[in-house]
């Protein structure tokens, strides 16, 4: 992790841009996305890119962008190349919604509603008790059978099964239990 100027750390963070794009006009938008994502590539701590196709014609296209920190983000998105890219595709598309995400909001993150993440110390009671619980768990069912294993393959073997359930199984779950709680209404 880097520090940002405000003192703050800064992970990884991943942009996940909606766009319209222009009906008839759809194979032109790949190309020039692919250009993006290739300029987007020559900058610092860029880490990957994606292009999400919609499921029917006409409906919203989804491009993700994952860059190492804030400031490397930024650098792209104030880049005169970025600019210049987003100038050459006004008849091509208009962006419709960007999300950013830092870290555990896509553990919370429900479907069809674009809501911002809920405050920090939500996440963090509602990923302790379900990371606890998982891994009270665990060790009750495969201390037994695995305790003879060396520690840090019992340790690698249970964070990885504990993360797995968290991710596809529980989150998923547990945001939509607690969504009242998690994002209120005003």
Not at 102 to 108: M, P, S, V
Request: proline content about 6%.
């Amino acid at each position: 992790m880097s520090t940002g100027a405000d003192g703050a750390r800064s992970g990884p963070v991943t942009v996940t841009i909606e766009r319209s794009v222009t009906p008839g006009r759809e194979e032109a938008f790949e190309a020039w996305a692919d250009e993006l994502t290739q300029a987007a590539a020559r900058f610092a701590g860029f880490l990957g890119a994606g292009l999400l196709r919609p499921a029917a014609p006409g409906e919203r296209w989804h491009v993700v962008f994952r860059f190492s920190s804030r400031e490397c983000l930024q650098a792209w998105e104030d880049s005169a190349v970025r600019n210049d890219l987003l100038g050459q595709a006004s008849g091509l598309m208009s962006t419709t919604a960007v999300r950013r995400f830092t870290g555990l909001e896509t553990w919370f993150s429900l479907p069809g509603r674009s809501e911002q993440a809920p405050p920090r110390w939500k996440m963090f009671v509602v990923s302790v008790a379900g990371i606890y619980l998982l891994q009270l768990l665990f060790h009750v069912v495969t201390d037994p059978s695995i305790e003879s294993w060396p520690l840090a393959l019992r340790v690698a073997v249970l964070a990885g099964c504990v993360t797995a359930l968290m991710t596809w199984v529980v989150m998923p779950r547990v945001a939509r239990l607690l969504a009242r709680w998690l994002y209120p209404q005003p």
